[in-house]
């Protein structure tokens, strides 16, 4: 059983940055690729970005190509996901999981879940 907390969420100005953690216990953190999933209001739940378990891979969704990077401290049990360039249509709760099987963008495929962080970017 893998226990995921979000932090680092928050308030930001459009063209700010915020830095998201995913921190993890009870399991084996590093057999984990991990993704982080956003979901706003009304709107279905969306991957971001995901990362292998040994971070040598990496996915984006297009509309944060540039402006977001994903990593991951396998001794600290951590993944982080650096947001640059924020803008309004980021402001979403923000979701880490842990995939068990499959492909990064099945979200079916994420055993774990985190309780998620609110990021909200003002205009």
């Known amino acids: 059983q893998v226990q995921l907390v979000e932090s680092g969420g928050g308030l930001v100005q459009t063209g700010g940055s915020l830095r998201l953690s995913c921190a993890a216990s009870?399991?084996?953190?590093?057999?984990?690729?991990i993704g982080w999933f956003r979901q706003a209001p009304g709107k279905e739940r969306e991957l971001v970005t995901a990362?292998?378990?040994?971070?040598?891979?990496?996915h984006f969704a297009d509309s944060v190509k540039g402006r977001f990077t994903i990593s991951r401290d396998n001794a600290k049990n951590t993944v982080f996901l650096q947001m640059n360039s924020l803008k309004p249509e980021d402001t979403a709760v923000y979701y880490c999981?842990?995939?068990?099987?499959?492909?990064?963008?099945?979200?079916?495929?994420?055993?774990?879940w985190g309780q998620g962080t609110q990021v909200t970017v003002s205009s």
């Open positions: 999981a842990a995939l068990q099987s499959g492909d990064f963008d099945v979200p079916e495929g994420y055993k774990y």
């Open positions: 990362i292998s378990w040994s971070g040598a891979a990496a």
């Open positions: 009870g399991g084996t953190f590093s057999r984990y690729a």
